[in-house]
């Protein structure tokens, strides 16, 4: 079975701190993506990864950036926290473009709480 | 660009019962996939259902099918028997042939005894 792990449950964080969220799929995955999800908004694309060191900016990018180093593991970096920024927060990854119709697989998510 | 919208944002269903979930999507495209994800209460996201728009017959898998409109871009999810572990928030998912996926704002389900 594909697994997704994300590196804390819950965060707490100030307002200006730099915070990093990690995630790591053990399947070999090309694709990894981040959500933020909140309530009465869904799920809603922030960054995703289709190879190392590749990123393409998703629907709201704005106050974040990631990083792909290796294959297996995609962070998510708020350079300066918000309280805005508060959100439940997931990974997902998936295979190729074009197979299994890019069904993704998701990480437990992370609550992010900015003070 | 890309819209999935899920016109219910609660429902409430017995156990035993039979409940169905709305989805509609809008594109041009002809070959694109949909799915049904389920994020229970513990949140990790899970899949229930894909649908391949080229193919004509409904998936099923268990208790969960689909009702694929193609021309009416409708999606919709009917659960049978329901059971008091598919208290979730269901979540619709459309996807062409690039990266992504787009989801709809979700749908909370609520089986009660």
């Known amino acids: 079975d594909v697994k997704v792990t994300q590196s804390s449950r819950y965060l707490v964080k100030r307002t200006g701190e730099k915070v990093f969220l990690e995630c790591v799929q053990d399947m070999d995955h090309e694709n990894m993506f981040w959500y933020r999800q909140d309530p009465g908004l869904g799920l809603r694309l922030i960054y995703f990864s289709y190879d190392v060191k590749m990123k393409e900016k998703g629907d709201i990018p704005e106050g974040y950036s990631v990083s792909r180093e290796k294959k297996e593991r995609f962070s998510l970096i708020l350079e300066s926290a918000s309280t805005n920024q508060t959100s439940m927060y997931l990974c997902?990854?998936?295979?190729?473009?074009?197979?299994?119709?890019?069904?993704?697989?998701f990480g437990p998510g992370t609550r992010l709480t900015v003070l | 660009a890309q819209t999935v919208t899920q016109s219910q944002p609660e429902m409430s269903v017995q156990e035993a019962e039979t409940v169905t979930l709305s989805c509609t999507y809008d594109?041009?495209?002809?070959?694109?996939?949909l799915f049904w994800y389920k994020q229970p209460p513990s949140r990790q996201m899970i899949l229930v259902i894909r649908q391949e728009a080229y193919k004509q017959q409904n998936a099923t898998e268990n208790r969960f099918s689909v009702n694929f409109q193609k021309a009416a871009k409708s999606f919709s999810l009917k659960i049978s028997d329901s059971q008091l572990g598919d208290t979730a928030m269901y979540f619709c998912a459309f996807s062409e042939s690039g990266y992504a996926l787009n989801f709809g704002k979700g749908t909370s389900l609520l089986v009660t005894p």
């Open positions: 594109t041009s495209e002809s070959n694109y996939y």
């Open positions: 997902a990854s998936s295979l190729l473009s074009g197979r299994r119709g890019n069904e993704q697989f």
